[in-house]
């Protein structure tokens, strides 16, 4: 297993390099740019009207079609303030379907290919659009089609940066690209304001997208997607694998040589098919209440962004000025989201800005009449230089942790689908505003910071933290990669022969994990193969010796019912295995060793297990009755350094169950000799170590982990040792 661990490395670390740094961050912030300008220039020209900022009429979208429209005074249009909702309305529906249609496109063909699609797309319809000034009807449609593309294409650059660094820089990434869309509405406020004629206008902001697809073309493609949707045929060298050569000859190091000799011999990423069913991770429970969750904060921090936005609580009366200077405290709510996020977590950031955000609006909601009048401009102050960096530290954040809290191979879909939400909130905003007309000016303010507070509520309790934790551990430890299967090579390998050549390659495949069940299956979680002898019904999963295995591994089939028990454990409770079912990636057990029935030797666990290619789970009794172990992706076997990958976790079942996922601070997973058998480090010490009998051990508190002492003391005997693999 060393060449996977060469090959793992080599995405590591190609994940921080200054190239992509520098690279693809620089080349996404100035695309970023002209579609922002399609974004922002919406609100501007809805904004222009009600406020008389079109100097002429001539200048400015014409609400009447054909000639009409230029014979027709300023005054005699249709109510603005319904073009302004029919409008924006439109515009913000269009923007909410293209992110939810278009994510699962860039989960199936690529990010780089669906941003330059979307980017040729949002420049017809914005083009379109400059000529259609004169009939508000095509106007509005050319528009949406922009916004279709656009809407999707925002996403899409977030997820792509953020996958081309590690999670130390994913915050700095995301706080550049933020702080590029904000330079961006403030540079659109002064182009506006210099050139009089929309027409004009909006062909000089659409001109720029022409560039950015240009730029699109040399924007290297995400290295963990490209890694994942990856194919090696004997005459056709896959992205991956070129991505590998190049990184050889611009840094000719013993360990991409090795990966790279390794490659074809060991690597072969599989299908996984995914992209014929981009959403199919919400049938399954957890993801769908993290979806869900993630879907409830994005709704309620786009209606306060875009209830921030309303024209009665800015802070200057020239609407070119209002925007700069919104864009400048949403310049330094993005710095605020970088310390945030970097010093206390995704989680921390979002939960506390959401929730700050609301306490805000809840606090100026209650205040009396009286009160509102009399301060109606610190109000206002304090709204804007407080409650809006708290919004926009809530966007930022709530984009990053979305995007860790998702695995690569339904990255796109997910936030796409997310997104939708805020852009839903931003669509209904206008409804929001409107009751105060019904009840009070500051009931949508309390409307807005409820939501916000709640939301943020329901994050804190709901979903995991992400802070430290690298792309492969969390996209291995999240729980809806728990359920799809990991996609990282390493796990499975089959030999497959070239039908050309007759040469045996060995072809590394993903577990099927939940992902190939039918719907029934899905519910009740029952998919497994047993063998026929000795069936029994008092289990939901099944374990097999090694023996009956091999014996009758062309009898097994999958049960629709109880699943059989073959092999009973001398240490697991039934209780400890259902709850540690869900973070394994099968339900049928095998046992390849235990000290009750081969003995206590290492080197016979060394000797059961050589053969084994699937994960393995490493179970150990000590002599207070505590019962703990470990996961390993790779089995245990006799290495000069340390091996594995990020899938791996500890547990204990006793005295309470607990699993110590990967911190992702090292890469110390495991290591084996003749003298003893350990796993995590910190410090000098292990963080679990069997010696060669398997009598005596050794716990730590464990960096590697981040985990706690899993025996009852330092000290240990071991009472009971079992590997578990997997079919």
Not at 456 to 483: N, R
Not at 531 to 540: A, C, E, F, L, Q
């Amino acid at each position: 297993m060393s060449h996977s661990v060469s090959v793992e490395s080599f995405f590591v670390n190609l994940m921080g390099t200054k190239k992509c740094l520098y690279g693809n961050v620089s080349l996404l912030a100035l695309i970023l740019f002209p579609l922002t300008y399609q974004i922002i220039i919406v609100e501007l020209l809805s904004e222009e009207h009600p406020k008389r900022a079109c100097n002429k009429t001539a200048n400015c979208v014409q609400v009447r079609g054909g000639e009409e429209a230029t014979n027709t005074s300023y005054e005699e249009k249709v109510n603005l303030s319904d073009f302004r909702f029919v409008y924006g309305m439109t515009q913000y529906l269009c923007v909410l379907l293209g992110t939810a249609v278009l994510g699962p496109i860039a989960d199936a063909f690529g990010r780089v290919k669906s941003l330059s699609a979307c980017l040729v797309i949002t420049f017809i319809g914005g083009l379109s659009s400059a000529f259609a000034f004169n009939d508000i009807t095509a106007f509005v449609l050319c528009r949406g089609i922009a916004g279709f593309a656009t809407g999707s294409a925002h996403p899409i650059i977030f997820t792509l940066a953020a996958e081309c660094v590690n999670s130390r820089l994913r915050a700095a990434v995301l706080c550049i690209l933020w702080a590029s869309t904000a330079i961006g509405v403030m540079s659109l406020t002064g182009i506006a304001f210099l050139i009089e004629k929309r027409r004009i206008l909006v062909i000089t902001i659409t001109l720029p997208l022409l560039v950015a697809a240009l730029l699109c073309r040399i924007v290297s493609e995400s290295p963990p997607w490209k890694f994942l949707r990856s194919t090696l045929s004997d005459d056709d060298n896959s992205e991956a694998k070129g991505l590998l050569e190049r990184n050889v000859r611009d840094d000719n190091t013993p360990q991409y040589r090795d990966c790279l000799n390794s490659w074809g011999r060991l690597y072969s990423a599989s299908d996984t098919g995914i992209h014929r069913s981009c959403f199919r991770f919400l049938r399954f429970k957890e993801p769908r209440r993290i979806i869900i969750v993630l879907g409830f904060a994005w709704f309620s921090v786009g209606l306060m962004f875009q209830g921030l936005n309303t024209t009665s609580i800015q802070l200057l009366e020239n609407l070119y000025a209002n925007f700069a200077i919104r864009e400048l405290v949403n310049l330094l709510g993005s710095c605020a989201f970088f310390i945030l996020a970097t010093k206390a977590g995704r989680r921390v950031s979002t939960v506390l800005s959401m929730s700050l955000a609301g306490v805000f609006c809840l606090l100026f909601s209650a205040a009396s009449d009286e009160f509102l009048d009399s301060e109606e401009g610190a109000v206002m102050v304090v709204i804007q230089l407080i409650g809006r960096p708290c919004a926009m530290v809530a966007l930022a954040s709530l984009s990053l942790y979305s995007i860790e809290l998702v695995p690569t191979m339904v990255r796109c879909s997910a936030m796409g689908l997310v997104t939708s939400f805020g852009y839903l909130g931003v669509a209904v905003c206008p409804l929001v505003m409107k009751i105060e007309l019904m009840t009070h000016a500051v009931v949508p303010l309390g409307v807005m910071g409820s939501l916000s507070l709640t939301s943020g509520l329901v994050c804190h309790f709901l979903l995991p933290k992400t802070k430290g934790l690298t792309t492969y551990t969390l996209d291995d430890s999240s729980k809806i990669s728990a359920q799809l299967g990991a996609w990282i090579p390493g796990v499975h390998r089959r030999r497959k022969k070239s039908s050309e050549t007759g040469i045996d390659r060995v072809e590394m495949t993903q577990s099927g994990g939940a992902d190939q069940r039918n719907d029934d299956q899905l519910e009740q979680g029952i998919i497994r193969k047993s063998s026929d002898d000795r069936v029994s019904r008092t289990s939901r999963w099944e374990m097999l010796s090694t023996d009956d295995a091999r014996k009758n591994s062309q009898l097994i089939c999958a049960l629709t019912v109880e699943q059989s028990l073959d092999e009973e454990s001398n240490l697991l409770l039934e209780e400890d295995i259902h709850k540690l079912v869900p973070h394994v990636p099968s339900c049928t057990w095998i046992l390849v060793y235990s000290t009750f029935q081969h003995g206590m030797s290492l080197s016979t666990l060394y000797h059961r297990v050589r053969e084994v290619e699937t994960p393995v789970l490493i179970v150990v009794k000590d002599n207070n009755g505590f019962i703990f172990g470990v996961f390993s992706p790779t089995p245990p076997g006799m290495h000069s350094h340390f091996c594995g990958l990020g899938k791996s976790f500890f547990f204990t079942c006793k005295p309470k169950f607990q699993i110590y996922p990967c911190s992702g601070k090292n890469s110390y997973y495991t290591t084996g000799d003749s003298t003893g058998l350990a796993f995590g480090c910190s410090e000098g010490t292990f963080g679990l170590w069997l010696d060669n009998d398997l009598y005596h051990g050794r716990s730590t508190a464990c960096e590697t982990y981040n985990s706690e002492m899993l025996s009852a003391t330092e000290d240990f005997i071991c009472l009971g040792v079992e590997v578990w693999t997997f079919a």
